[in-house]
C-alpha cells in the first residue's frame, strides 16, 4: 500500500489520522508556493483581467463552501445550546428518569453510555493496537497484508445498523449474552476496532526510523525495540486516537439498540449481563416512542446537549493534544 | 539451529499476525451471522421477489416481503444527498488545501472535524424537530419529514468523509506540478483546475465513493427525518424509508427468528453488500491511479 492514500481510507470516520494536518513541516514548503492567495488582494497574476476577476469570483465560491460547513456546525450547536441550557442541571445529571420518563434527570444514560464507550475500548484498544504493530512494523508488503488492510477497510465501511444486526445474532443470541451491557460493548469495539488501528498506525508512522534504528544496533531484538522503543514514543499519538474513539461509541446509537439499550431500567447495572440506558438510545426514545414527545421536549434538549457536550469535549481534547504532539518529533 | 530469542521473535510475530488477522474475522463473521439468520427467508420468497417485490407489508397475513421501495429509497436519499455532499466536500478541500492561509486552516479543520463527531442521532433530532416543521410551513407541504430533508440532513454526514480524503488527495499532489504550471503564467485558478484537480482525481473520487458509502449505511438519520412510508418515492418531498430506518426500526417489533425477522436481516444483508461494493471500488479507484511521484504524470 505504501502511499499515502491506502492509509487514509481506514480512518475516514475520524479524521484524526492525517498527522501532519497542523504540522509545521507540511506548510512551510506550500507557503511558498501559495503565499498571499489567502485572504485579501489576489497575488499578482500574470494574464487579463478576466482570469483574474474569475479566479477572484471562484476563490469566493470555494471560501463559501466552508463557511456553509461552519454556519451548519453553528447553527445546530447553538440551536441545542439555545433550547437545552435550561434543562441541563446539577439534579438533571444525577437523578433517574421518573413519571415514566416524563420528568427527571439521565443519570442511568450518562452512566451506561460511559460504560458502554469505555468497555468498547477496553476491548478495541489493545486489539487495534496490536494490529497497527504488526501492519506497520512487521507486515512486509503482499497478499496477506493486502487482504487484512482491504478487511480493515471494509470494517469501517460497515454500516452501525449491521454492526448491530450482527451483534444481535452473534453476541446477544448465539452466545446467550443477552441484552446486556458485554454485548454492546463486544459490538461497539468491532465496530471502533478500524478506527483504533487507523490512528495507532499514525502514530507508529510518526516515530522516526533513527529511533528503530538506533535501538537494533544497540543489539536489541524486533520485539524489544517495539517494546521499548517504538510503543512508549507512539503511546501519546494512539492515546489522542482513543479518546476519538470513545468519543465515536458514545454517540453511536444503531449498533446498541438491539444489543445493549433498553427504553428504561429502574437500577443501573450490576453486572455486565444486564441491560443499560444509554444517552443516544434515550434521545431517540424520548424523540420518537416516548409516552409524551412534546411535554419531554425540554428533556430531550437537555439530553441532546449533554451527549454533543461529552463528544465534543473529547473531541477538542484529541484535536488539542494532536496539535501539541506533532511538534515533538 | 534457532536460538531462544529467535523462536521467541517467531512466535511473537506470529501472535501479531494473529490479532491483526481478527478484522478479516470479524468481516467474515458478520458476514456468516448476516447469512444465517437472513437467509431462511428465500425459502418463503424468491430472492428476484424479494429486492423486486414493490409491497413491504411484513405485519400483513399474508405478509408481504418486497424491499423494492427501501431499496429505491435508499439510493434516492443517497443520490440526492450526493448532489449536495460532493460539490460542499470537495470545495471545502480545495478550499482547505489550496486557499485557506495557515491560520484560516488552524480554525477550519477542527470545524470539519467537529461535523464528522457529531453524533447521527443529534443529526437525526436536529432534522426532526427544527428543519421538518420549518420546510413543513415554508413549502406547504403535508410533511416536513421526507426525502430532501433526510437527503440534506445525510449531506452533512458525509461532507466531512469526502472533505478530508480529498484534502489529502490535494495535498499530495507533488510541488513540481504546480509549479511549472505557475510558471508557465497560469493563474492559481487555472493552475488548480487545469492541473491539481485532475491530478488529485483518483483520490477526490475514493472520498466521494466513502462519503457515499457513509449515507447508504447511515440509520439514525433516516429513522428519524426521512418519515417511513414504504413506498416507492414519486416526489422529492414524500416521506421514505431506506432499508436501515426499516432494520432498526422493525428489528424490535419482529418476533424473534419470525418471517419477519430473516426478512430485516436479509434486507441487512443487501445493506452490506451495497456497502463492501463501494468499498471495494473506492479501494480499486486508490489502487489504480495511486500517484507515486511527480514522474508518473
Known amino acids: 500500500m505504501g502511499g499515502g492514500k491506502g492509509e487514509c481510507m481506514v480512518p475516514s470516520r475520524v479524521f484524526s489520522s492525517r498527522s501532519s494536518v497542523f504540522g509545521p513541516s507540511r506548510d512551510s514548503g506550500r507557503e511558498a508556493v501559495g503565499r498571499g492567495s489567502g485572504p485579501g488582494p489576489a497575488r499578482p497574476v500574470s494574464g487579463t483581467g478576466f482570469r483574474r476577476r474569475l479566479q477572484v469570483v471562484v476563490f469566493t465560491l470555494f471560501r463559501g463552501a466552508a463557511v456553509v460547513n461552519g454556519l451548519v456546525l453553528l447553527v445546530i450547536l447553538g440551536f441545542l445550546a439555545w433550547n437545552g441550557w435550561r434543562s441541563v442541571s446539577w439534579t438533571f445529571l444525577t437523578q433517574a428518569p421518573t413519571n415514566s420518563m416524563t420528568a427527571g434527570g439521565i443519570f442511568p444514560c450518562i452512566a451506561g453510555t460511559f460504560l458502554l464507550s469505555f468497555g468498547a475500548m477496553v476491548v478495541a484498544f489493545p486489539w487495534g493496537v496490536a494490529s497497527a504493530v504488526y501492519l506497520h512494523e512487521y507486515a512486509r508488503p503482499g497478499m496477506p497484508v493486502r487482504m487484512i488492510r482491504l478487511g480493515v477497510t471494509n470494517l469501517a465501511g460497515v454500516p452501525s445498523v449491521v454492526f448491530g444486526l450482527f451483534g444481535l445474532a452473534l453476541f446477544v443470541t448465539w452466545m446467550g449474552l443477552g441484552v446486556s451491557v458485554l454485548a454492546g460493548v463486544l459490538t461497539l469495539g468491532a465496530l471502533v476496532l478500524p478506527v483504533i488501528i487507523g490512528t495507532a498506525e499514525e502514530a507508529l508512522k510518526a516515530v522516526p526510523a533513527t529511533y528503530r534504528e538506533a535501538s537494533l544496533a544497540l543489539g536489541a531484538t524486533k520485539w524489544q525495540t517495539i517494546y521499548r522503543v517504538v510503543l512508549p514514543a507512539a503511546f501519546p499519538g494512539m492515546l489522542t486516537g482513543a479518546i476519538l474513539a470513545v468519543s465515536r461509541a458514545a454517540g453511536e446509537t444503531a449498533a446498541i439498540m438491539f444489543t445493549a439499550a433498553v427504553f428504561f431500567t429502574p437500577h443501573l447495572p450490576s453486572s455486565l449481563l444486564d441491560p443499560v440506558m444509554a444517552l443516544p438510545y434515550h434521545i431517540y426514545v424520548l424523540a420518537t416512542a416516548g409516552t409524551n414527545i412534546e411535554a419531554t421536549r425540554p428533556l430531550q434538549y437537555g439530553t441532546a446537549l449533554t451527549l454533543i457536550l461529552m463528544v465534543f469535549g473529547m473531541n477538542l481534547v484529541a484535536i488539542y493534544y494532536r496539535a501539541r504532539l506533532q511538534r515533538r518529533f | ?297
Open chain 2, 1 to 297: 539451529m534457532m536460538t531462544h530469542r529467535q523462536i521467541k521473535e517467531t512466535f511473537i510475530r506470529w501472535f501479531f499476525f494473529a490479532t491483526a488477522f481478527v478484522s478479516i474475522l470479524v468481516l467474515f463473521l458478520i458476514l456468516v451471522f448476516l447469512f444465517m439468520e437472513g437467509v431462511p427467508i428465500f425459502s418463503k420468497v424468491s430472492v428476484w421477489k424479494f429486492l423486486f417485490g414493490t409491497n413491504w407489508y411484513p405485519t400483513a397475513s399474508p405478509p408481504d416481503f418486497g424491499i423494492f421501495p427501501l431499496l429505491v429509497a435508499s439510493v434516492a436519499v443517497t443520490t440526492f444527498s450526493a448532489l449536495i455532499s460532493i460539490p460542499l466536500g470537495v470545495m471545502t478541500a480545495i478550499y482547505l488545501a489550496e486557499i485557506a492561509s495557515a491560520r484560516m486552516r488552524e480554525i477550519a479543520k477542527p470545524v470539519v472535524e467537529l461535523l464528522a463527531a457529531l453524533p447521527s442521532v443529534v443529526i437525526g433530532f436536529f432534522g426532526m424537530v427544527v428543519m421538518a416543521p420549518f420546510l413543513q410551513d415554508y413549502l406547504e407541504i403535508p410533511t416536513g419529514l421526507n426525502l430532501f430533508n433526510a437527503s440534506l440532513m445525510l449531506a452533512f454526514m458525509s461532507v466531512p468523509t469526502i472533505c478530508s480524503i480529498s484534502e489529502d488527495a490535494i495535498y499530495s499532489v507533488p510541488r513540481e506540478l504546480k509549479e511549472a504550471s505557475l510558471a508557465l503564467g497560469a493563474t492559481h485558478w487555472e493552475t488548480i483546475y487545469r492541473v491539481i484537480f485532475p491530478a488529485s482525481l483518483s483520490g477526490i473520487s475514493t472520498g466521494v465513493i466513502l462519503g457515499m458509502s457513509r449515507a447508504v449505511g447511515e440509520t439514525m438519520v433516516v429513522l428519524m427525518v426521512a418519515g417511513g412510508a414504504a413506498l416507492v418515492p414519486t416526489s422529492i418531498f414524500k416521506p421514505v424509508r431506506p432499508m436501515p430506518a426499516s432494520i432498526a426500526a422493525e428489528m424490535a417489533e419482529a418476533p424473534f427468528r419470525s418471517d419477519h425477522y430473516y426478512a430485516l436481516f436479509a434486507t441487512g444483508i443487501v445493506l452490506f453488500l451495497f456497502t463492501v461494493l463501494f468499498n471495494l471500488l473506492a479501494d480499486m479507484v486508490a489502487q489504480k491511479h495511486k500517484q507515486v511521484g511527480a514522474a508518473t504524470l
